[in-house]
């Protein structure tokens, strides 16, 4: 009777684990970066069909928007910016750090 308790709630917990699938596209990059893989994730997750990349000139920083902006939507109102972990440059001034890992840093700031 243990092993059928034990069971049955492995498969609740299991199941609030995989609440929301969220499927990506095909010219997702995966990084190998915990914290901007988790940002790609979360802003196709809350709804971004497209996700706006760019390098801020003369760096080495992206910049990743979500392409429509939604003021219901907090993850499409900011811009994020993510830099090689270690980097010496200096991200945009008014970013808040969102996370970082050994092989990035992202930061955040409302969309101008």
Known sequence: MNNLYS??????????CHAKQVHLNTDTAIVESLCLDG??????SSGCE?????????????????GTQDSENPWSTKSYYALEQGSLEAPPDGVM???MDPVAVVVFKETE
């Open 39 to 44: 940002l790609v994730v979360n802003l196709y």
């Open 97 to 99: 750090l969102m996370c």
């Open 50 to 66: 497209s996700i706006r990349r760019n390098v801020v000139p003369f760096t080495k920083i992206v910049k990743l928007e979500c």
């Open 7 to 16: 069971a049955m709630l492995f498969v609740i917990f299991a199941m609030g």
